[in-house]
């Protein structure tokens, strides 16, 4: 393994984010905040529980979930286009560096920063509602795995976005309709049966789930569903990476 | 001197059928400096791209150090350096920090020490802490080669180094090479400069459609292929070649008052003697003799007319 080229792509990737910092550190707390002041204040106000738990605790977790997997996707695809667009592409190409060490340094950097706005969203949503967590390792089991696996979607997005159009499209069109309609606000037992069964099939519904069952040891699908859920997603993302550089889809001429 | 990059039959057809090498075989000794010339779209660069692995071949193999850049394609790939044709930056990363980058994805430790003096040898010490987008193009070139040397490589690849750069840096790049090549580091080039070429390579190849048309050394490809020309300026003007001067290679410009004859220099027979003689038999009066070679630009482009169809 050539771990000083992982080392150099993490840094030179953080470097980005650092460069930006107050982006990246208000950005999350002024959406977060205006959430909580809609959502947990303005509608939450006439909802009084869901499953037990106040309404403003209750979208906590979707709403770390909301901003993790926006943010993994975004920074991964980002960090692998911006290369390609720019022509940079050629140094990581020519390097003495394999698959997985590109993987690792730009999907480790994306995932790192989502991991910093989910951190800092939960300290936000702290000064505006009580709630505990209930199992804090599994929190943070879940909170990385959806880091990492959405990281690795988003750097697959970045290498067949062939313009930044197509790059905000999957995000877009996709990504964002499945998280709002996985749970994020709202427990699916609130759904007709028809749309409960119809959810099961959002990926993301597993992943809320098993997130929110780390704070209030309640979900609506199995912990155990959702973690093989998030393990087969993130299987399935390395092995279309492996295939994207086994055959230089993209990116090798 | 053991071959440093070795090329066998290296073709490359990209997907709708194009080929843009059509079995390409070099040998290239360590410490070697070669040029490549050839038009746009001969293949110059898809060679260049396909050793280092940013274009995968179709066939043929390549070695580098005597690693396969395949098989072996860490070890083959971490003696290679590479200055793209395309100034290729990340505009808003520091000039200290891309060439730090450059360094680390070879895999190499930190050499403050080593970047300091490449650096400054390129004139970028003092930008060092500058933004890539607040140079200008010259400096942005400059940056381009601190990052292929920041690895220390063996073998250097410069697509169109001084492509659009002024004739300070051109010269200064010259030197660098040289400097290069005094370390024993092996270096390709491609350029559109054919004076380049002549001025820094030991060898030159011409490549056309995706063939080497010939790859010789440049002193030999000057006197094989060169011709040179010797103007013999007359005192007084003549309104025609006499006869018994009259032989091929043989013109009369301008205003009459002088004679050029065309000649190779590889020839058994040049024909200097006579001719000279012929023009004092004539009556004619000397007033000045000059001789000139073709320059290797003239030899490219007689050879690549040679080949278009």
């Known amino acids: 393994m050539n771990w000083g080229a992982i080392a150099a792509i993490y840094r030179f990737e953080m470097a980005r984010f650092f460069r930006t910092m107050l982006q990246s550190f208000l950005s999350p707390v002024l959406s977060t905040s205006l959430y909580f002041v809609v959502f947990g204040t303005a509608i939450g106000s006439r909802i009084e529980q869901v499953e037990g738990i106040g309404y403003g605790g209750f979208i906590v977790p979707g709403l770390i979930m909301l901003s993790v997997i926006t943010q993994s996707i975004s920074n991964a695809s980002f960090g692998i286009y911006?290369?390609?667009?720019?022509?940079?592409?050629?140094?990581?190409?020519?390097?003495?560096?394999?698959?997985?060490?590109?993987?690792?340094?730009?999907?480790?950097?994306?995932?790192?920063?989502?991991?910093?706005?989910?951190?800092?969203?939960?300290?936000?949503?702290?000064?505006?509602?009580?709630?505990?967590?209930?199992?804090?390792?599994?929190?943070?089991?879940?909170l990385l795995l959806t880091c990492l696996s959405f990281a690795l979607l988003g750097f697959i997005i970045g290498i067949w976005a062939g313009n930044f159009e197509q790059l905000q499209l999957v995000p877009l069109l996709i990504v964002t309709p499945l998280v709002f309609l996985g749970g994020s606000f709202y427990s699916i037992t609130m759904l007709p049966?028809?749309?409960?069964?119809?959810?099961?099939?959002?990926?993301?519904?597993?992943?809320?789930?098993?997130?929110?069952?780390?704070?209030?040891?309640?979900?609506?699908?199995?912990?155990?569903?959702?973690?093989?859920?998030?393990?087969?997603?993130t299987f399935l993302c390395l092995a279309v990476i492996w295939w994207i550089f086994r055959t230089g889809w993209r990116i090798r001429s | 001197m053991s071959a440093m990059l070795s090329i066998r039959d290296l073709r490359k057809t990209y997907e709708g059928g194009f080929q843009a090498l059509k079995g390409v075989t070099l040998e290239i000794e360590q410490g070697e400096i070669i040029a490549l010339l050839g038009p746009n779209g001969a293949g110059k660069t898809t060679l260049i791209s396909t050793i280092c692995g940013?274009?995968?071949?179709?066939?043929?193999?390549?070695?580098?150090?005597?690693?396969?850049?395949?098989?072996?394609?860490?070890?083959?790939?971490?003696?290679?350096?590479?200055?793209?044709?395309?100034?290729?930056?990340?505009?808003?990363?520091?000039v200290l920090n891309t060439v730090r980058f450059s360094r680390g994805l070879f895999g190499h430790r930190r050499d403050e020490a080593l970047i300091e003096r490449i650096l400054r040898r390129l004139s970028l010490w003092d930008k060092k802490d500058a933004q890539v987008k607040e140079l200008s193009g010259g400096m942005k070139r400059r940056v381009l080669i601190a990052k292929a040397l920041a690895h220390e490589p063996r073998v250097l690849f410069l697509d169109e180094p001084t492509a659009g750069v002024d004739v300070e840096l051109r010269k200064d790049m010259w030197d660098i090479v040289a400097e290069l090549k005094a370390d024993g580091v092996t270096i390709i080039l491609t350029t559109h400069y054919i004076e380049e070429a002549e001025a820094i390579a030991d060898r030159i190849g011409v490549i056309n459609r995706g063939e080497l048309l010939l790859v010789e050394q440049t002193s030999a490809l000057m006197s094989r292929l060169g011709k040179k020309q010797i103007e013999v300026q007359l005192s007084a003007a003549i309104s025609a070649i006499p006869p018994t001067l009259a032989r091929p290679g043989l013109s009369l410009a301008g205003e009459g008052d002088v004679l050029v004859f065309e000649y190779d220099t590889q020839a058994e027979r040049i024909g200097l003697t006579g001719l000279l003689n012929a023009i004092a038999a004539a009556g004619l009066v000397l007033r000045d003799v000059n001789t000139r070679q073709s320059s290797l630009e003239e030899i490219f482009v007689d050879l690549v007319s040679e080949e278009t169809p």
């Open chain 1, 82 to 142: 911006f290369p390609k667009f720019i022509g940079t592409i050629y140094e990581l190409l020519s390097a003495p560096v394999n698959f997985l060490e590109i993987v690792l340094g730009y999907v480790g950097a994306a995932a790192t920063k989502a991991l910093f706005v989910g951190t800092v969203i939960l300290c936000t949503a702290a000064l505006f509602v009580d709630f505990q967590i209930a199992h804090p390792l599994a929190m943070v089991a879940f």
């Open chain 1, 193 to 233: 049966p028809v749309w409960q069964t119809i959810t099961l099939f959002n990926p993301v519904v597993y992943l809320i789930s098993g997130f929110r069952w780390s704070f209030f040891d309640t979900a609506d699908v199995p912990v155990g569903l959702s973690l093989l859920a998030i393990g087969g997603f």
């Open chain 2, 54 to 94: 940013i274009t995968t071949p179709t066939a043929g193999e390549v070695t580098v150090g005597g690693h396969d850049i395949l098989r072996d394609f860490r070890a083959a790939r971490g003696l290679i350096g590479l200055v793209p044709q395309e100034i290729a930056l990340e505009p808003f990363e520091r």
